[in-house]
């Protein structure tokens, strides 16, 4: 009999599916413009936490199949991505770390229209098990809370960055 607890448990035998969250926010901006934004990928470092230097590939843009890098970092820690985008419409922008056919992270986001705005939604599911990103379910619960946190903080930043930009706008028309 194992005296290992739920939260001890190997990475072998979690289901990669229960590591997960959508958090929203509303936005003052028609659904076309935030995914104008959204879906250029360099402007992440704006309002992301913890994303730095993304680009483009080279004759790459937002499109299905086309791919970017970013630098990431966590607790003094700096590392690159590789991410392809599997999504992009004016309702969603979705791209997976790691690329469509390997991938260990989708993010996704997607743009409702609500009254004058957007609601936007951002999702974040992990696709597979990776020890690099934890060994435990305390670790992989961890990791989510950590990215949801990060969601919560990239989604206000956006919408406080629209509402300034629509004021400096609104300020120079005057």
Known sequence: MSTATREDDPVETLNAADFAFTRRAWVDAAPTRVYDLV??????????????????????????????SGRNHRDGKQWTTRSQITQADPATF??????AEDGIVRWSWTFQPQGRGTVVQQ??????????LGTTRSDLDALRDYMA????????????WIAEERHRHTTRSQ
Do not use: K, Y
């Open 39 to 68: 879906s250029d990928v360099s402007a992440i470092r704006r309002w992301s936490p913890n994303a730095t230097d993304v680009a483009f590939d080279q004759d790459a843009g937002p499109r299905v199949g086309a791919w970017f």
């Open 94 to 99: 979705t791209f997976v770390v790691g690329g």
């Open 123 to 132: 999702s974040w599911q992990l696709l597979r098990l990776d020890p690099v």
């Open 149 to 160: 946190d990060s969601a919560e903080t990239t989604l206000a930043s956006l919408a406080q």
